[in-house]
């Protein structure tokens, strides 16, 4: 079944020093976070969200760089838009302004975010794109279906 968008923007994870720092930066904008959830709690926030930001900083890595998480896939998969700290070769998996949005800077997200808030028939069509190549793409039923061909190949 679905859910109802009643969250404008999601964001899901446990709260280190940088996420809450750039949660505080956008206090302008309706974020609402979450941690310690279950499963099916995290599957209908993400679904209930209009947005779901991504953080790709790994706080423990002393570099601070990007990493690919997850919730790269969790988002588009509840049929939300992803809002994604940008990370190097995302564009494998996903078609980045057609199916998710991505961000290098506070500013450039508070702009994004203000944007498709504000467009939700852009929003909307992102929204289904990236969604749509979850499906055919990234479900795990599809990606074992990969992993079995290319281990019959093998043979």
């Known amino acids: 079944h679905k859910e109802q968008k009643n969250i404008d923007i999601s964001f899901m994870g446990a709260m280190n020093g940088l996420r809450k720092h750039f949660i505080e930066t956008h206090n302008d904008l309706p974020i609402e976070t979450f941690s310690n959830l279950s499963h099916e709690e995290m599957l209908s926030v993400h679904a209930r969200s209009k947005i779901g930001i991504n953080l790709s900083i790994n706080e423990n890595d002393p570099a601070k760089k990007t990493q690919m998480k997850q919730r790269m896939f969790e988002i588009p998969a509840a049929n939300t838009l992803l809002l994604s700290e940008y990370h190097e070769d995302l564009e494998h998996f996903f078609d980045v302004n057609k199916e ?36 055919s793409e990234h479900e795990s039923k599809v990606r074992l279906t990969k992993v079995l061909e290319q281990i019959q190949e093998l043979k």
Do not use: W
Not at 101 to 129: Q, V
């Open 100 to 135: 998710i949005i991505t961000f290098k800077s506070n500013e450039e997200f508070s702009e994004k975010a203000k944007f498709l808030l504000s467009r939700p028939l852009i929003a909307g069509r992102i929204t289904a794109a990236g969604h749509k190549r979850f499906l």
